[in-house]
């Protein structure tokens, strides 16, 4: 079955510290998203892409940074990991395509990132 | 901006009773909405897609309804289980497929 795993699912990390978080789908989905999940403000998206080579920035982009090489990975960066970074971050993807039924987004299982 | 209202924030059901979670959109210009159930430390699984042409979306014990205009849609869970306790989050997408998230509704079902 098609999937779409995160990893690593814990990690805990130095403030200052540059941090990659993984993202890897099966599905062959055009787009791909990241998202963090905090108390207090559900889920905000940090950067997205449309396809290879293209990235975009969502409404919490600062501090991150993401490329795309291929369709199958999107690696999140933190270049240097803050304590208000702390979060439990998502990723997503969904097909690029507006015809019937194939908008939906699947998520995977989400990093939990600790910043001290 | 989108914005997403979810109401009521929690709800605590006996086993048995219907689940009724409502989701409101400020702006009705959307493509389509999803409803998400979370388990907690866990993921979002997707249950519901409701696409902007529909009305409304059924898949087992689960029933979506979406009014566009309005910038309403609810989720009835029918016969609710204990195994239905989880957090629910409606998310809509405009046609830059982003989705904009609700806060969620906790669910308990007591046995």
């Known amino acids: 079955d098609a999937e779409i795993t995160q990893s690593p699912r814990h990690k805990i990390t130095e403030t200052g510290r540059q941090v990659t978080l993984a993202c890897h789908q099966t599905?062959?989905?055009?787009?791909m998203f990241w998202y963090r999940q905090d108390l207090g403000h559900g889920l905000r998206l940090i950067h997205y892409?449309?396809?290879?080579?293209?990235?975009n920035k969502g409404e919490v982009s600062d501090g991150y940074s993401v490329s795309r090489s291929n369709t199958e990975d999107l690696p999140l960066t933190l270049e240097s990991a803050a304590s208000s970074q702390t979060s439990v971050y998502f990723c997503?993807?969904?097909?690029?395509?507006?015809?019937?039924?194939?908008?939906?987004?699947?998520f995977g299982q989400g990093t939990r990132l600790t910043v001290v | 901006k989108q914005e997403v209202t979810q109401i009521p924030a929690a709800l605590s059901v006996p086993e048995g009773e219907n689940l009724v979670l409502n989701c409101s959109f400020t702006?009705?210009?959307?493509?389509?909405l999803q409803w998400f159930r979370q388990d907690p430390g866990k993921g979002l699984t997707s249950l519901l897609l409701?696409?902007?042409?529909?009305r409304e979306q059924t898949s087992g014990r689960l029933n979506a309804s979406l009014d566009k205009s309005s910038g309403r849609s609810t989720l009835y869970i029918a016969a609710s289980q204990p195994g239905d306790s989880a957090t629910y989050l409606c998310?809509?997408?405009?046609?830059?497929?982003?989705?904009?998230f609700g806060a969620g509704t906790t669910v308990t079902v007591r046995a």
């Open positions: 599905w062959n989905h055009n787009n």
């Open positions: 409701i696409q902007s042409s529909q």
């Open positions: 702006d009705s210009a959307i493509y389509n």
């Open positions: 997503a993807s969904s097909e690029g395509a507006w015809t019937a039924g194939k908008t939906e987004a699947f």
């Open positions: 892409s449309y396809g290879v080579q293209d990235t």
């Open positions: 998310a809509v997408s405009s046609n830059d497929y982003k989705l904009s």
